[in-house]
């Protein structure tokens, strides 16, 4: 099912090949913020259950998100394919002269999705575009958790978890051209849609489960991405 | 070109860019106190020694209950030898060390104890840290005390000694004595391990000695079974033809009132008693009117000092000891009688024994000399039928024996020597009658007699007188003269093949006792009752005579010119003659009824053997 959306993105991004004038490829860093509300809910659980005192001290922070994309240019609009890879993280810690608890969590994302922006202001080398970005969701989730004491790890667990959901993006952006290099800022807000949770194995019956709320754990990217982008276009010769 | 260049350069970087993945940062400092001073253990309760020692005699049930002075105590653990016997987080409890599943010998017992430690670390909260306190001990199991007990005679008594129950919760020893149908009867409780029965009189007995706890339990402790150790009683015979009887030396005598002796003069149906006594030393006497070859009857009866519980008359027999003997100097092994004996030397004679053996006794040794036996695979039952010796006793022969058909030729001085032959071709009718040349009177049943020489097998002469039955009863020493009858009474000289007279009587005149001399070949002894008389086998004329009025002549023991005879009276009596004169030698009492086909006594070399297997020495 994935797979067939999926070609079906790439199939009509490249529809409009035959119009286009340039071609343009860009490569964008941002900071993303990631609501994570489920995963936090999840480490909360942990803290509490564990039979001495600890604390989440790293909660799934904002963090760099890397985009490169690739899109043909028209005079008003462009549209082309992009890929969102994205993560963060978090740890519940505990650390005495008897040892040291952690519980890690690491999440990322691979997006692969089609992006599209359509020029609402323009000036000499500049112009101001609304985008949106829209695609899949291959999310990945691993937890670690590790006992060490007296120097000895007494235990160290991993597993893995894994989703796969849609997203939306839409948001703002501008473009400044020098020569055939542009620099582009942009911001927008990162939407998660679907429903699958997160699970291991093979099975997707093998999810991830907040006892406390009675909910499976599903991945929750939601929150604001704001890039920077350098973008080099190649102009078709006429 | 360069495009392509700036495409590669941005993918290369983008990869490189994409794989900076988050990691989780940081750490949470928690507050725990390293330096906690330990706490102290208090034993509320722990049924175990306090020594460092515990013998494990059964299985053992420990009970324990500690507590901490601050920390809690989380986990209690006993193991032997390393394996957990017990493990749990209380502070109180039970468990079972099994002592069928621990081997003999010593093993080590060890207590931990862990406390929290007070410190709030993660390792006191995940249960990796704590206080450990220890105590061992040295666990001795042992498996072979119950079979240590002992049963011995101590001061004359009966002492029961065991090992000693070496745990502090020891109370007493209990000893009891088993009455029969599960029955046990307490005797003493006592904290010695030592046990002096003054009332067992070697009765045999079953005891079970048993350890009270503190905690009243019973440990069974040991399970000592005396047998029966009466003493025994046997009957000596002195120089002076005296009989005493005596019983032998007891373990328990300072355990008896009284030894009772009693008598029986009907085979054993009732008893009379002969003497009773309390001093333990006084064990012998001699047996009034008691003489050579009687069957004695006797019957010795211990009464317990102290309160004997088994002593009542339903258990009379515990207390009881009988004999059935004779009197007189033992030669047989068994107690058995024996068909005959035949004299083969001065001092020496031959007896079967159970009709397949034969034994030659030294009555001058005192000691069987030779011993054979015959037992063909096939054969069974009496062997050795129609026994008869040669005069000197050189010779013994056995008629064919009813299985093989073989008649036996056995030289007295090599029992073993024997050679077997085949005379089935001549039906015997009576002994083989034997010279000591090996040459046999063997008599058929219409045919006369034949003179047979066993050495070569052969048939030397043959005697029948027509119309009338022949038979030889006696061959002399060289086997040259026969005794026989046909219608006659006879003696007759074998020369050669062929037989002469030398003499004959009427045949109703068979002497009450007749015989060939063995130290004189020549001469034949006949007694008619009244007269003992020597005669030369050639012409029968008289070399002796003297007058011999006794009732019976049991035997002439011509190597040392005796004779043994018998006049019956109340008692009876034995007498030894001189061969030459008459003149008595000896008198000797006896109970024994004696009769003409069973004569019970001989003599050789002035020792007068009895059938019953005793001798006595004149």
Aim: net charge negative.
């Amino acid at each position: 099912m994935y797979k067939k959306i999926l070609f079906v993105l790439i199939v009509f991004s490249f529809i409009p090949v035959a119009n286009s004038q340039q071609v343009r490829f860009g490569y964008q860093i941002g900071l993303g913020t990631y609501a994570m509300n489920s995963l936090k809910n999840i480490n909360d659980q942990i803290s509490e259950s564990l039979p001495f005192d600890s604390k989440v001290v790293d909660n799934f922070p904002e963090y760099l998100y890397f985009r490169p994309s690739v899109s043909l240019e028209f005079a008003e609009y462009s549209l082309g394919l992009i890929y969102t890879f994205q993560s963060t993280g978090s740890r519940i810690s505990a650390k005495d002269f008897s040892g040291e608890f952690r519980f890690d969590t690491k999440v990322h994302s691979s997006a692969p999705g089609i992006c599209g922006d359509i020029k609402i202001l323009s000036q000499k080398n500049s112009k101001l575009c609304i985008y949106s970005i829209a695609g899949l969701l291959f999310s990945k989730l691993n937890t670690q958790e590790s006992l060490t004491l007296q120097s000895s790890q007494v235990q160290n667990q991993n597993i893995e978890f894994k989703a796969l959901n849609f997203f939306l993006e839409p948001g703002l952006s501008y473009y400044y051209s020098i020569g055939s290099f542009s620099l582009s800022l942009n911001t927008g807000l990162f939407i998660t849609i679907g429903s699958q949770a997160f699970y291991s194995g093979n099975s997707n019956k093998n999810t991830l489960h907040d006892n406390k709320n009675q909910q499976d754990v599903k991945p929750d990217w939601n929150g604001i991405r704001a890039g920077f982008s350098i973008l080099y276009t190649i102009r078709s010769k006429q | 070109m360069r495009n392509i260049l700036y495409i590669f350069i941005s993918i290369g970087f983008a990869i490189i860019i994409t794989s900076c993945e988050y990691k989780p940062v940081g750490e949470f400092e928690r507050n725990a106190d390293e330096n906690v001073a330990p706490p102290e253990i208090q034993v509320l309760d722990l049924n175990l020694d306090n020594n460092d020692s515990i013998f494990l005699y059964t299985g053992l049930e420990v009970a324990f209950r500690f507590a901490s002075t601050s920390q809690n105590i989380k986990n209690v653990k006993f193991t032997v030898d390393g394996q957990e016997t017990y493990n749990a987080s209380i502070t109180n409890g039970q468990f079972y060390v099994d002592y069928g599943k621990i081997n003999e010998g010593n093993h080590t017992l060890l207590l931990e104890i862990v406390t929290a430690t007070g410190s709030g670390s993660i390792a006191e909260h995940v249960g990796a840290e704590g206080f450990l306190f220890s105590k061992s001990w040295i666990l001795i199991v042992d498996k072979s005390f119950y079979s240590k007990t002992t049963a011995t005679s101590f001061n004359g008594f009966l002492k029961l000694a065991w090992p000693e129950y070496r745990n502090s919760d020891f109370r007493e020893y209990i000893v009891t004595r088993d009455k029969g149908s599960y029955n046990e009867v307490e005797l003493e409780r006592s904290k010695n391990h030592v046990f002096i029965d003054s009332s067992y009189v070697g009765e045999g007995a079953s005891y079970f000695v048993n350890v009270s706890t503190s905690d009243g339990k019973t440990i069974p402790w040991g399970h000592p079974i005396v047998k029966s150790e009466l003493p025994l009683l046997s009957v000596y015979a002195s120089e002076t033809h005296q009989y005493a009887i005596k019983w032998g030396k007891f373990k328990y005598y300072n355990a008896v009132r009284s030894f009772n002796l009693a008598q029986s003069f009907n085979n054993g149906f009732t008893y009379t008693q002969l003497k009773s006594t309390n001093v333990y030393s006084d064990s012998a006497m001699i047996i009034p009117n008691a003489y050579l070859g009687d069957n004695l009857y006797f019957l010795l009866s211990i009464v317990p000092r102290g309160n004997n519980i088994m002593y009542n008359p339903d258990n009379h027999l515990m207390f009881e000891i009988k004999l059935e003997t004779y009197t007189g100097f033992k030669f047989i092994s068994r107690d058995t009688r024996i068909e005959e004996i035949f004299q083969v030397s001065s001092s020496e004679f031959v007896y079967s024994d159970r009709c397949s053996s034969l034994y030659r006794y030294s009555v001058s040794t005192k000691n069987s000399v030779d011993y054979m036996t015959y037992q063909p695979l096939t054969c069974s039952g009496c062997l050795f039928i129609g026994l008869a010796v040669s005069p000197a006793g050189k010779y013994l022969t056995s008629l064919h024996h009813l299985c093989d058909g073989n008649a036996m030729l056995i030289p007295t001085d090599n029992l073993n020597n024997y050679s077997l032959h085949n005379l089935t071709s001549i039906t015997l009718s009576s002994p083989l009658y034997v010279s000591d040349i090996g040459t046999a009177i063997a008599n058929t049943t219409s045919a006369g007699f034949y003179i047979y020489d066993l050495k070569t097998n052969l048939a030397l002469a043959h005697y029948n007188k027509a119309g009338f039955q022949s038979k030889g009863i006696s061959i002399s020493p060289g086997g040259n003269y026969i005794f026989m009858t046909d219608d006659s009474l006879r003696m007759v000289n074998l020369n050669g093949t062929t037989f002469s007279n030398s003499w004959s009587d009427a045949k109703d005149n068979l002497p009450e006792y007749f015989g060939f001399d063995s130290s004189n070949p020549e001469q034949f002894a006949e007694w008619n009752g009244n007269v003992l008389s020597v005669k030369r086998c050639s012409n029968f004329s008289t070399i002796y005579e003297f007058p011999l009025t006794d009732s019976m002549i049991m035997n002439i023991d011509y190597f040392n010119r005796k004779i043994l005879t018998y006049t019956p009276g109340t008692p009876g009596h034995l007498y030894i003659r001189d061969y030459s004169n008459g003149q008595l030698l000896s008198t000797i009492p006896v109970n024994l009824e004696i009769v003409e086909w069973n004569k019970l006594f001989f003599l050789i070399n002035n020792t007068i053997v009895c059938t019953n297997g005793f001798m006595d020495f004149y």
